[in-house]
């Protein structure tokens, strides 16, 4: 049985470390994980060219997501509310689109002890700030929740989505963050660098925080947290933990060995660090 992931850029995706890792634990050694470059406009010619019955399914990176629910057979209801699926799988015949990045924010923050926050902030207003929104309801919080961007002009995507969901927002400048930070955590959805121009005033607030990017990693911003004491969860706990969830629903399977796939993800960014 086979298995990818698409995208573009996806050269530098880590799903294949990660889902090859838990085949090997769970000794599916006829199931195989690849990588494929593919944009928009080439996802329904792939999709069509694939085998029937020798494909489980298929992970997606940007900029699939939106594409994958207009060719799927079927939705899952939280993909819908966010507004984008990060998974394909093989259901009848045709393709169930799922979301599986608002499971993988949920659990980072769980089990580092940041899963209950009383009031949060989300830092950019793209599909990633969605996720973000998704899984902040998931966690029960209360209140409502600022999204700060750094074109509010182009929030659209996220307050759309903030609406399915349910989930009131307000949205505001990027550049005025330092009047948003007295909240017990922030969501950092920008990408690799973009946080940090604003450590100095996450490490003086006392917020804890949730920083998506996963390499390189510590980032400066997640560093001055953690200095003052803050606590701190980065991206690769979400990407494990959406991984996990992709391997259960595309073997059918809840035995996933979590540890090991931790254990061969930490070890290849270790190796990308040093080469």
Not at 28 to 44: H, I, K, N, P, V
Not at 118 to 131: F, P, Q, W
Not at 161 to 168: D, K
Not at 169 to 184: H, T
Request: proline share 5%; charged share 20%; aromatic share 4%.
């Amino acid at each position: 049985m086979r298995a990818a992931v698409l995208g573009s850029p996806v050269a530098h995706s880590l799903s294949p470390v990660l889902h090859s890792a838990a085949y090997r634990e769970m000794g599916l050694t006829d199931w195989s994980y690849e990588r494929f470059e593919c944009d928009e406009a080439g996802l329904a010619p792939f999709l069509d060219g694939l085998e029937p019955g020798e494909w489980a399914g298929l992970s997606l990176t940007m900029p699939l997501k939106r594409r994958a629910m207009e060719l799927a057979s079927e939705v899952d209801a939280l993909a819908v509310e966010v507004g984008g699926a990060n998974t394909l799988v093989r259901r009848n015949g045709g393709w169930s689109a799922r979301n599986t990045d608002v499971e993988g924010i949920t659990t980072a923050l769980t089990e580092a002890g940041a899963g209950s926050p009383r009031d949060a902030v989300v830092l950019g207003a793209g599909a990633t700030a969605a996720s973000a929104l998704a899984a902040l309801r998931e966690l029960g919080l209360p209140g409502p929740v600022t999204v700060l961007a750094r074109s509010t002009a182009r929030a659209g995507e996220v307050t759309r989505a903030a609406e399915r969901l349910g989930v009131p927002v307000s949205v505001a400048p990027l550049a005025e963050i330092d009047r948003y930070l007295d909240v017990d955590l922030v969501v950092s959805t920008l990408p690799s660098g973009a946080a940090d121009a604003h450590a100095d005033v996450l490490a003086a607030s006392r917020a804890d925080l949730f920083d998506v990017v996963y390499a390189p990693w510590p980032t400066r911003a997640a560093e001055t947290v953690e200095a003052r004491g803050g606590r701190v969860v980065g991206g690769f706990p979400m990407l494990l933990h959406q991984a996990v969830a992709q391997v259960r629903a595309m073997t059918g399977r809840e035995d996933v060995p979590v540890t090991a796939m931790r254990a061969a993800g930490e070890a290849e960014l270790a190796r990308r660090a040093t080469s």
